[in-house]
């Protein structure tokens, strides 16, 4: 699943593309190369019509138990979910959630009675397992932000290289679309929300020509109008992005409460991580990055006493949480493959013995 900020050249959706052509002759030609390749990982890589992030080393990450139970929090389309599969044993349990109902819909091709598809924000995760039974588990894998799918279908309203209805939901089913919500808010609204989850510099600029079109009586129902609005306003940007990347970066992030659904879930997987269990959460943005780095780092330091507070070492609060290493971040090989990829960093952390 490739993830991250709509900011691609359009060529970019041709890489998906290119790279399944690719496997494809390889098998032809190098037939000895893929012959060891689990199933799974076959079907992740020659059917999937986009590239999973880190693929390899999200697994690797989760130390995986044959016989653990584990949780992908974000299906996508299945590429790390197939590749955990493919190392479990016949008593090892995988639970998959996806607030995506293409993308529930693709992962009914996996029959596997190891696994199991929720239609569910991850933020629910939690109360969804126990529903299952399952109160603890040894590892939790969430790759954040959108996929290429749902970049690259133009219905979606995720990117400005197409005019399209201007809807930006995850989940198609439910909520507000980024239409209803340009047409209902404040400017001041407005221009705090391309502010803080677009890190925009111009947002006040931005949100002030967005109103304006707005109460002129043209109402801003597709991408094609946004993205022209803002180019009509932003005047300097970075060589190679579109003026209006980061204006739906932001807007996709609110509507789908992104921050908040993260901020939300990370305790929830501390509570659900069993003794040494581990929690790869791979982000596409600092935003993201900045939140999972921050709460490793408060879990790892638990004093937060008062200095010189007269309390014996033994009786200090203990870590919940360790760091595994450094965070990962794509190699130039995968970038140069998958050019979405560019902007992944992983973060992975162990839970440590204390309750």
Same mark, same amino acid.
């Given at each position: 699943?490739?993830?991250?900020?709509?900011?691609?050249?359009?060529?970019?959706?041709?890489?998906?593309?290119?790279?399944?052509?690719?496997?494809?002759?390889?098998?032809?030609?190098?037939?000895?190369?893929?012959?060891?390749?689990?199933?799974?990982?076959?079907?992740?890589?020659?059917?999937?019509?986009?590239?999973?992030?880190?693929?390899?080393?999200?697994?690797?990450?989760?130390?995986?138990?044959?016989?653990?139970?584990?949780?992908?929090?974000?299906?996508?389309?299945?590429?790390?979910?197939?590749?955990?599969?493919?190392?479990?044993?016949?008593?090892?349990?995988?639970?998959?959630?996806?607030?995506?109902?293409?993308?529930?819909?693709?992962?009914?091709?996996?029959?596997?009675?190891?696994?199991?598809?929720?239609?569910?924000?991850?933020?629910?995760?939690? /109360?969804? +397992? %126990?529903?299952? $039974?399952?109160?603890? &588990?040894?590892?939790?894998?969430?790759?954040?932000?959108?996929?290429?799918? =749902?970049?690259?279908?133009?219905?979606?309203?995720?990117?400005?290289?197409?005019?399209?209805?201007?809807?930006?939901?995850?989940?198609?089913?439910?909520?507000?679309?980024?239409?209803?919500?340009?047409?209902?808010?404040?400017?001041?609204?407005?221009?705090?929300?391309?502010?803080?989850?677009?890190?925009?510099?111009?947002?006040?600029?931005?949100?002030?020509?967005?109103?304006?079109?707005?109460?002129?009586?043209?109402?801003?129902?597709?991408?094609?109008?946004?993205?022209?609005?803002?180019?009509?306003?932003?005047?300097?940007?970075?060589?190679?992005?579109?003026?209006?990347?980061?204006?739906?970066?932001?807007?996709?992030?609110?509507?789908?409460?992104?921050?908040?659904?993260?901020?939300?879930?990370?305790?929830?997987?501390? /509570?659900? +991580? %069993?003794?040494? $269990?581990?929690?790869? &959460?791979?982000?596409?943005?600092?935003?993201?990055?900045?939140?999972?780095? =921050?709460?490793?780092?408060?879990?790892?330091?638990?004093?937060?006493?008062?200095?010189?507070?007269?309390?014996?070492?033994?009786?200090?609060?203990?870590?919940?949480?360790?760091?595994?290493?450094?965070?990962?971040?794509?190699?130039?090989?995968?970038?140069?493959?998958?050019?979405?990829?560019?902007?992944?960093?992983?973060?992975?952390?162990?839970?440590?013995?204390?309750?």
């Amino acid at each position: 699943m490739t993830k991250g900020v709509d900011s691609a050249p359009a060529k970019a959706s041709l890489s998906s593309q290119k790279a399944s052509s690719t496997e494809a002759a390889k098998l032809e030609k190098y037939p000895q190369e893929v012959s060891t390749l689990n199933s799974y990982e076959v079907e992740s890589q020659l059917v999937s019509p986009h590239i999973t992030v880190l693929l390899d080393e999200a697994v690797q990450a989760l130390a995986i138990k044959p016989n653990g139970v584990y949780v992908d929090g974000t299906f996508g389309r299945g590429g790390h979910s197939r590749k955990i599969l493919s190392q479990l044993g016949v008593s090892g349990r995988l639970f998959a959630f996806d607030r995506d109902l293409a993308a529930i819909e693709s992962g009914q091709s996996i029959k596997d009675t190891r696994f199991k598809l929720i239609h569910s924000h991850f933020s629910e995760m939690q /109360a969804k +397992l %126990a529903e299952e $039974g399952v109160f603890d &588990v040894n590892g939790i894998l969430l790759d954040l932000g959108i996929s290429s799918p =749902q970049i690259d279908e133009a219905s979606r309203g995720f990117s400005f290289r197409y005019d399209a209805p201007l809807d930006m939901r995850m989940d198609q089913s439910q909520g507000q679309t980024a239409a209803e919500f340009i047409a209902q808010t404040t400017e001041q609204q407005l221009a705090e929300v391309i502010k803080n989850y677009g890190e925009e510099r111009f947002a006040k600029s931005i949100a002030r020509a967005i109103i304006a079109e707005r109460n002129d009586g043209r109402a801003i129902t597709t991408t094609g109008q946004l993205t022209q609005i803002v180019a009509n306003t932003v005047t300097r940007f970075e060589p190679g992005q579109n003026p209006a990347t980061r204006t739906f970066q932001a807007l996709r992030i609110f509507v789908n409460q992104e921050l908040e659904e993260l901020s939300l879930t990370l305790p929830k997987c501390l /509570a659900l +991580l %069993a003794p040494h $269990g581990r929690l790869a &959460v791979i982000s596409f943005h600092s935003l993201e990055d900045r939140m999972v780095k =921050q709460f490793i780092r408060d879990q790892e330091n638990r004093d937060d006493l008062p200095a010189n507070f007269p309390v014996r070492a033994a009786d200090l609060p203990q870590p919940k949480l360790k760091s595994v290493g450094k965070a990962i971040k794509p190699d130039l090989s995968e970038v140069k493959l998958n050019p979405r990829a560019r902007s992944a960093v992983m973060r992975v952390a162990e839970r440590t013995s204390i309750l």
